[in-house]
């Protein structure tokens, strides 16, 4: 072999690539953010449209496995191969079961608190995020006024929710426990994604991986516990699984892989507490749910947050 020529790579190394993230998120990453928090604000009420007729857990069974379907028809299409020897297979399961224990904890959540409550406690996720992922990656890190932003967003995530703790916490400590247990898996996948191959890869197999195996064991849960799958459904059942399963699993996923893959995750996550509001507001004009002016003040202060979180550092 010629010295001077380089000595081809083993299909088995890494290919180390410099991360190219944008510090700052433009217009267009704002809208996508957006969007996203938009469609997973309605996925609450049609998930309860149909929790009579399909169980909470089989609804996320069927959910996770039609989307793993859809992705994988989707990189079939871009001949992308799902499994490579790229040292992602072991971060992919992680991610996969952290995915799996989320939804899992959360919809038992369900049970034995109330929904406010399970809200709250959810969104501490951005929280762990901007506490862990900085250990691994400083330029996650988030200046002191980000930090401010982050609470005044979360202050007003708890204002507008906060008649589910008029009650004593005792009663529904099992439950909010449950769900500071998914919020930690939701922050955890996103830190296990930010900081090993899987933010390297295609945002499509980095979904793949989690909507695989969170599949797999969703699956097993289902016989485990007898859960049936339904007989008959309605249009309004297959409606809201499709809505589910290819709008928000698979295609709105996809995209939140995408904005991870390109923009600082610390960034990224402050948007999330748009989802409750979106939610709050798809209830009051769908579902006739009540709404006040504490909605807006929510609004305004969770759109100051973020605001904050994003807005350029002056060097």
């Known amino acids: ?17 410099v991360d190219d993230r944008k ?15 938009m469609i997973w604000g309605y996925q609450q009420i049609a998930i309860q449209a149909i929790a009579d007729e399909v169980p909470l857990l089989m609804q996320l069974t069927i959910r996770s496995v039609i989307a793993s379907a859809c992705i994988w028809a989707w990189m079939a299409f871009k001949k992308i191969k799902a499994f490579q020897r790229d040292r992602t297979t072991i971060p992919g399961v992680l991610a996969g079961l952290l995915f ?8 038992s959540a369900l049970e034995y608190t109330n929904t406010s409550r399970a809200i709250t406690f959810l969104y501490l996720a951005p929280f762990i ?4 992922l900085p250990m691994f990656i400083p330029a996650e890190r988030l200046h002191w006024i980000q930090v401010s932003g982050m609470l005044i967003a979360f202050g ?20 909010d426990i449950a769900v500071i247990g998914a919020a930690t898996a939701w922050a955890f996948t996103t830190i296990v994604v930010r900081i090993t191959a899987l933010g390297q890869i295609q945002p499509e197999r980095t979904l793949f991986f989690q909507l695989f195996v969170s599949s797999i064991a969703l699956v097993s849960l289902c016989f485990v516990f007898e859960v049936p799958l339904p007989s008959n459904l309605s249009v309004k059942s297959i409606a809201s699984l499709f809505l589910q399963s290819v709008i928000i699993a698979a295609a709105s996923y996809l995209f939140w892989f995408w904005l991870l893959r390109h923009y600082l995750a610390t960034k990224v996550s402050a948007f999330s ?5 979106f939610g709050l507001l798809f209830g009051f004009f769908l579902a006739g749910d009540p709404i006040d002016g504490t909605l807006i003040v929510a609004f305004i202060s969770i759109a100051l947050g973020i605001y904050l979180v994003n807005r350029r550092q002056r060097s």
């Open 1 to 17: 072999m010629n010295p001077l020529e380089k000595e081809p790579k083993l299909e088995s190394e890494p290919i180390k690539r």
């Open 23 to 37: 510090s700052v998120l433009d217009l267009p990453a704002i809208f996508l953010i957006t969007g996203c928090c």
């Open 156 to 175: 007003g995530l708890a204002f507008a929710f906060q008649d589910g703790f008029s009650t004593g916490a005792a009663h529904f400590l099992l439950g």
């Open 273 to 277: 507490f748009l989802t409750p509001m």
């Open 100 to 107: 799996f224990a989320e939804f899992v904890l959360l919809y």
């Open 129 to 132: 995020v901007a506490l862990v």
